[in-house]
């Protein structure tokens, strides 16, 4: 490990420690100072790296394949990106030669032979399947911080579009790269998952999702791969960067289910991909993960209950940012839900909005009352009024008039309208029982002053 | 003393409604009370009206026709060429004062005097259409000061928020003025004889709290429509009390009832036609306004700039992978 990476120039961290009254940003700015950006996963004896420029491929008359073979073996060669300044001209030959190989592949019929395939993968696994090293800065918020970006990525670029190309080129034959893409090669593939170069990891997810369309045999290995992966996620390190790009390749995958859906593939909805709602980094996979939940929801309907039991049951007490982004879900899921199934959870689920609406935290507020602009959503309130209005009403009757927000009181004041409107009567007899309840309060506490009056009268007497 | 004036007759109308129903006052009964006092209509004898309550509604009887608004013209205005108030115009603007009615949840003699005001008004002065919301606000405004504590008036800068009538306070508070200064030559407002004063006046027949409540409910709604209430407001008031009193009888004392509305009938000199004519309109009408689709030109949705990013990323962009089939 270098010394940049290993410890700060100015000592930070053993200061940091030290001294409690730093600041978060000064801290912040200290680390970005020091820090660098790029970090080389790549630790390895000194090879011989020097490379020789090979003809290019397009000039070869005979012998094409045999060239692109050794070029295939020139690029099994990895270089060091930690030193900018060494083996500079062999680093272009190399990226020069990867970037022939990507036009060649994808220009060529014919250059994927059964015995390129052995070539081919071993190259991309030389270049691509390294340790990762840890991270620089734990408290990686995607919002403030640079992500930490790999040094070796002119080079492993065009690896990953090279193996992409093989992959979707017409002439790939899943039967004969079978041997060679297995399950080992796709656990190495998913621990790069991990990789905090967001570059590499979208890359990744192309790959991923090419293999899992073309090898049918390694589906519920990778499956059962990605289900452990979540699964420790969550209950273990809750740390992990590709949980995004993991789900959206689930996304796909999901949304080409069979029906009746698998026993299995429910177990999954429930066991892993509700547990992922807790996780602390949700904001960075909330919307692939609502996408999930909701392709299951349209494929079998009768799991809405189980889904919004689920959510309801991890709802956020504490952050803010999480119960906004329920919300967000939880109307995507209204939006999808049959009349017959809102019917069966609309009570938990509205008093539950119910408490979201009187979030004193204004954005949580206003994300709950904007429901009501929904118009599928409004339509399934008005069909059940009679059961969701007398759940809402105390609330929204308190908020317009408590709350500091004056936006959330001209929205509450929207959805009033539109409840008295769907059903005056009903309206009508929730205010005056509201009206009843508060002048019973009132007179209760009008009592207890008078009696404690008489008790302070009789002390000083 | 104006204020002990107005302290004074709340205490009599709260005193004329407890009478032979003490605990079934407005404030004084929770609803789970209310609903056990519902079960048992029908079954109750209904009080009829005590001395007290028949000499009210005679004083009401004699002030009803200087109170009472002739708003037949709205219906011979057309607003898109003569820039006036119409019906359909006041008809909206108390509907939405009746909103702002409920969601300050004051007395109900507040929303009925403030529609006596607008209406006197609107007959005495042409309103253009843009000033009458702001007219149904300030004349709402004006109710409650007379008929509310000082610490339940609504303030002039919520109440223009709330009502989108336009305008700032000052407006409404101008036009409060304004109003006052053109009715100032009539009689005083707090004496007007509203439909709710007759109703309040037959509380006591009700059987519970509840009944009553709703009874109020539905005189209420109609008021929206200029075309019912352009009937006697005694005539209004019976026609809902008959309605709900014999929907709450039991065959036991139905025959009690009946007398009992047929002595009013004779008190008010009304015709049992004249009464369904009203019956019927007043259920054409609420039947209308009680369940209608919310106009959505008033529903006006504004958010922080936050929630709208938030709303602008659906997850159904989230994955942009073609689908892969299971089988």
Same mark, same amino acid.
Not at chain 1, 199 to 204: G, M, V, Y
Not at chain 1, 415 to 424: A, G, Q, R, T, Y
Not at chain 2, 91 to 107: G, M, Q, T
């Given at each position: 490990m270098s010394a940049a990476a290993a410890g700060k120039v100015d000592g930070g961290p053993a200061k940091d420690k030290t001294d409690p009254f730093r600041n978060k940003n000064e801290l912040k700015a200290s680390k970005k100072a020091a820090k660098r950006s790029r970090g080389s996963s790549h630790y390895r004896p000194k090879a011989p790296t020097e490379l020789t420029q090979l003809p290019p491929l397009k000039d070869a008359a005979t012998d094409q394949q045999e060239l692109f073979v050794k070029k295939l073996q020139q690029c099994c060669v990895v270089f060091d990106f930690s030193d900018p300044v060494s083996d500079v001209k062999s680093k272009e030959i190399k990226r020069t030669c990867l970037n022939e190989l990507v036009e060649y592949v994808t220009v060529t019929r014919g250059v994927l032979q059964d015995a390129t395939y052995p070539e081919i993968i071993r190259m991309i696994a030389c270049n691509i399947f390294r340790t990762l090293p840890p991270s620089d800065n734990p408290d990686f918020d995607p919002e403030e911080d640079d992500p930490t970006l790999e040094a070796s990525w002119p080079h492993l670029q065009f690896v990953y579009e090279?193996?992409?190309?093989?992959?979707?080129?017409?002439?790939?034959?899943?039967?004969?790269a079978k041997k060679y893409i297995d399950q080992r090669f796709v656990l190495q593939l998913l621990e790069?998952?991990?990789?905090?170069?967001?570059?590499?990891?979208?890359?990744?997810?192309?790959?991923?999702?090419?293999?899992?369309?073309?090898?049918?045999?390694?589906?519920?290995?990778?499956?059962?791969?990605?289900?452990?992966?979540?699964?420790?996620?969550?209950?273990?390190?809750?740390?992990?960067n590709g949980v995004g790009e993991l789900l959206e390749i689930l996304g796909s995958i999901i949304n080409g289910f069979a029906l009746p859906l698998k026993a299995e593939h429910k177990q999954f909805l429930v066991k892993v991909l509700l547990p992922l709602h807790k996780a602390k980094s949700l904001g960075m996979f909330h919307a692939q993960l609502a996408y999930c939940v909701v392709q299951f929801l349209e494929k079998d309907a009768t799991l809405t209950e189980q889904v919004v039991r689920g959510l309801l049951k991890f709802w956020p007490r504490t952050v803010s940012s999480k119960e906004v982004m329920y919300l967000g879900e939880m109307e995507e899921i209204m939006d999808v839900m049959e009349p017959g199934q809102f019917e069966k959870i609309m009570v938990p689920l509205f008093k539950q909005i119910a408490k979201s609406v009187s979030s004193s935290h204004f954005q949580v507020a206003e994300r709950a009352l904007f429901f009501w602009n929904n118009e599928y959503v409004t339509q399934l309130i008005d069909e059940n009024n009679a059961v969701i209005m007398p759940i809402l009403f105390p609330s929204f009757y308190r908020i317009s008039r408590e709350h500091w927000n004056q936006t959330i009181v001209a929205l509450v004041y929207n959805?009033?309208?539109?409840?008295?409107?769907?059903?005056?009567k009903l309206f009508d007899e929730l205010t005056n029982a509201y009206k009843a309840e508060r002048q019973k309060e009132r007179k209760r506490e009008k009592d207890r002053e008078d009696l404690l009056k008489k008790f302070e009268h009789l002390h000083i007497k | 003393m104006v204020h002990n004036d107005r302290r004074a007759r709340r205490k009599r109308s709260k005193k004329s409604a407890a009478q032979g129903a003490a605990a079934n006052s407005w404030a004084a009964k929770s609803s789970k009370e209310a609903r056990r006092g519902d079960e048992a209509c029908g079954l109750a004898e209904p009080m009829s009206l005590t001395d007290e309550s028949i000499a009210r509604l005679i004083e009401?009887?004699?002030?009803?026709?200087?109170?009472?608004?002739?708003?037949? /013209?709205? /219906?011979?205005?057309?607003?898109?060429?003569?820039?006036?108030?119409?019906?359909?115009?006041?008809?909206?603007?108390?509907?939405?004062?009746?909103?702002?009615?409920? /969601?300050?949840?004051?007395?109900?003699?507040?929303?009925?005097?403030?529609?006596?005001?607008?209406?006197? /008004?609107?007959?005495?002065?042409k309103v253009k259409p843009k000033y009458m919301a702001c007219l149904a606000t300030a004349a709402y405004l004006i109710a409650a000061k007379m008929i509310e504590d000082q610490s339940d008036w609504p303030v002039p800068e919520k109440l223009v928020c709330m009502a989108r009538c336009g305008g700032s306070a000052n407006d409404l508070e101008r036009m409060e003025v304004i109003i006052r200064n053109k009715l100032r030559d009539q009689r005083c407002l707090e004496e007007a004889a509203t439909p709710l004063h007759f109703l309040l006046e037959l509380q006591s027949l009700f059987p519970s709290v509840q009944a009553f409540q709703r009874a109020v409910g539905e005189l209420e709604t109609s008021l929206c429509s200029v075309a019912v209430y352009e009937h006697r407001p005694c005539v209004l008031a019976l026609a809902i009390a008959r309605k709900h009193l014999l929907a709450a009888a039991g065959p036991a004392n139905r025959n009690a009832v009946d007398e009992v509305l047929s002595q009013l009938c004779d008190l008010f000199q009304l015709s049992s036609d004249s009464l369904s004519e009203v019956d019927a309109a007043i259920s054409g009408i609420v039947s209308r306004l009680q369940t209608r689709t919310p106009a959505p030109r008033l529903l006006v949705w504004a958010v922080s700039r936050r929630t709208l990013v938030s709303l602008m990323r659906p997850s159904a962009q989230a994955s942009l992978l073609d689908p892969i089939r299971e089988d």
């Open positions: 090279f193996f992409l190309r093989v992959l979707e080129s017409p002439d790939f034959q899943p039967s004969v790069l998952f991990d990789s905090e170069d967001p570059r590499e990891r979208d890359f990744l997810k192309t790959v991923l999702h090419r293999i899992y369309g073309k090898f049918l045999g390694l589906r519920a290995f990778i499956r059962k791969q990605i289900n452990n992966i979540f699964l420790r996620f969550i209950y273990q390190t809750e740390q992990f959805v009033l309208k539109s409840f008295m409107e769907m059903n005056s | 009401l009887l004699a002030r009803e026709p200087d109170y009472h608004p002739k708003t037949d /013209f709205l /219906f011979r205005i057309n607003s898109a060429s003569e820039d006036k108030v119409d019906a359909r115009l006041r008809d909206e603007a108390i509907y939405n004062l009746r909103f702002l009615h409920k /969601f300050y949840n004051l007395s109900p003699e507040c929303f009925a005097h403030a529609v006596n005001i607008a209406d006197r /008004f609107v007959v005495k002065v």
